[in-house]
């Protein structure tokens, strides 16, 4: 018995009804793509990787790189993705932390890793978005028939990696009822048939578009538009041939900005969602301005899968997260004592069920840090629900910025800048922006009589850290605004720069 691999990809071994339609129209049926996922089975357990060992790729989106996931849950192996913006340097810790003994990069990247990967015991293999490299090479002698591993409930099915207000990234363990049970309630109730078509941009390496898009379809048997990446011409073309389509804001807000965004061109379509970042308000009322269709929007994070959606039968409320989902619990609590506080008030988001992870990978006191012992999870978001029960986030306890749907936590960013000839202190903050929600600002202080020089700062920036994490701007002070206990003030400093950015952006 696997159950996860059992119930999302076992059932449709022999389906010949479509998954994944590919750009250019060409589609893989089932039946095909778990030919693929068991050839590739074969070549990781000749590897010599075993149930409980991780691997980890690093792949641009493509059929194959979903084959690999398929791969390792079958075979038992933990898989974790990594964003393909990912630098060296950062794959240098992943690889490391989690102790993976085979990594899959592109044929480009492998030459930058391979040493690095040698260095901590791990493999190199490739696989490119064309299917080719040298994991396709060494699948293509293998039988399209594995044997599946038996896995427990509780046995781990991913590693994902979310980065922390100490900088230092905790890889969250996911295990096989994690996956299985966020994906059946969110099926059920978003009412996921095998008539679905879901227009598919995310990309493939984070909870939104692996978890939640792709195991949702998985559950009930329809098929997914599976493009490369959010391309407004692409996602104009397929709308027409979809029911459903799950996004970050960023997707919504670029599509009203297009004229081709109709309620005829969304005729089709059955249901839009959107996560990973807040939705104004003022977009979910133009998007059912525009398409006669009220974007419903859900609340979840790496650790948790989904915890909360607005209702698909019911008032879809916006600027809400909507209501905790069916299996979860969720409270609000006062942070400073960990008590509940009276309904409507401000506090602290709590959730527990059998989509939150078990903790973090070998790192039990960040894990004992966030967990309750009475199995809530504490998010770092803050939220108050209503009276009938719908959840509003207000911000976040974290120092956290999402920019498209992405997170970057600005120790990492200041960790950098600090680092850097003339700085002697640096804060990131996170900054209004119309298209990705928020942009990452740097603000750095000199060292006495120096003089630092921004555009290598922005250069190191570059070389260190996935584009995402790169500060937009570099700005240059005296000193930082501090509280009394000497803390840096960063929502004052975020004020300042807002008002002193924006005249320059006009
Ligand atoms: C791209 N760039 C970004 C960026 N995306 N910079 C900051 N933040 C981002 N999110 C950079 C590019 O590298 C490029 O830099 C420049 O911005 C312009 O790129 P673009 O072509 O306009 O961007 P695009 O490729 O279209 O990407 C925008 C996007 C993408 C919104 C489509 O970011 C995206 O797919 N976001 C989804 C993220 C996601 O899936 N999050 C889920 C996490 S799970 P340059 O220098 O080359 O010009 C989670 C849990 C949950 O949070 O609840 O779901
Ligand atoms: P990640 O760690 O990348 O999984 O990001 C999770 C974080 O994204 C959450 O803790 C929230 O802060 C944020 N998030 C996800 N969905 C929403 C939403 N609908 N509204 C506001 N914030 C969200």
């Not at 480009?108 to 090479?137: Q, V």
């Not at 978890?211 to 692409?234: E, H, R, S, W």
């Not at 249901?271 to 398409?291: I, M, Q, V, W």
């Not at 948790?304 to 997260?321: K, L």
């Amino acid at each position: 018995m696997n159950p996860l691999y059992d119930r999302l990809f076992g059932c449709h071994a022999d389906s010949a009804r479509p998954f994944l339609i590919v750009p250019g129209g060409t589609s893989l049926t089932y039946g095909a793509f778990l030919g693929l996922a068991a050839r590739y089975a074969n070549v990781l357990r000749d590897q010599g990787l075993r149930a409980g060992d991780r691997l980890a790729a690093q792949i641009d989106k493509s059929p194959e790189a979903l084959a690999l996931y398929a791969a390792c849950l079958r075979a038992g192996i933990v898989f974790l993705p990594l964003n393909t913006g990912y630098t060296p340097d950062e794959l240098d810790y992943f690889v490391g932390n989690s102790g993976a003994g085979l990594l899959v990069c592109s044929a480009s990247a492998d030459p930058a890793l391979r040493l690095m990967a040698a260095r901590h015991g791990a493999a190199t293999m490739t696989l490119d978005a064309d299917g080719t490299g040298s994991f396709a090479d060494a699948a293509a002698s293998q039988p399209d028939r594995f044997e599946t591993r038996d896995r427990e409930a509780g046995d781990l099915a991913a590693l994902l990696y979310t980065s922390g207000t100490t900088g230092r990234s905790k890889g969250a363990m996911l295990t096989h009822e994690n996956l299985l049970s966020n994906a059946l309630t969110l099926a059920r109730c978003w009412r996921f048939t095998a008539d679905d078509v879901l227009l598919h941009a995310l990309p493939i390496f984070h909870t939104h578009g692996l978890f939640v898009a792709t195991n949702v379809t998985l559950a009930t048997g329809g098929a997914m538009i599976f493009l490369p990446k959010f391309d407004l011409d692409a996602i104009v073309d397929n709308l027409p041939r979809a029911t459903a389509m799950m996004g970050v804001p960023t997707f919504y807000t670029r599509l009203l900005d297009d004229s081709r965004l109709t309620r005829d061109l969304t005729r089709g379509m059955r249901l839009f969602t959107s996560g990973s970042a807040p939705l104004l308000a003022g977009t979910h009322a133009a998007f059912e301005d525009r398409t006669g269709h009220r974007i419903l929007e859900r609340y979840g994070m790496t650790e948790t899968g989904m915890n909360t959606s607005n209702p698909y039968d019911g008032d879809r409320r916006a600027g809400t997260v909507g209501l905790p989902l069916p299996d979860v619990s969720l409270r609000v609590t006062a942070p400073e004592t960990g008590q509940e506080v009276p309904r409507g008030e401000i506090g602290q988001i709590e959730v527990r069920g059998p989509n939150v992870f078990t903790g973090y990978w070998r790192m039990p006191e960040k894990t004992a840090e966030e967990m309750r012992e009475d199995g809530y999870f504490i998010t770092g978001d803050l939220g108050r629900i209503d009276a009938d029960g719908y959840v509003t986030i207000v911000g976040r306890n974290k120092d956290l910025i999402i920019t498209g749907g992405y997170n970057v936590y600005p120790k990492e960013v200041e960790m950098v800048l600090d680092a850097q000839p003339g700085v002697l202190e640096s804060a990131v903050i996170g900054v209004p922006h119309d298209d990705l929600g928020e942009t990452v600002i740097g603000v750095i202080v000199p060292r006495p009589g120096a003089a630092p020089d921004v555009e290598a700062i922005l250069s190191a920036c570059r070389d260190k850290l996935a584009r995402i994490k790169n500060p937009r701007e570099i700005v240059v002070r005296d000193d930082l605004p501090r509280n009394t206990m000497g803390k840096v003030q960063k929502n004052r400093l975020r004020e300042d720069l807002v008002a002193a950015l924006a005249p320059q952006r006009g």
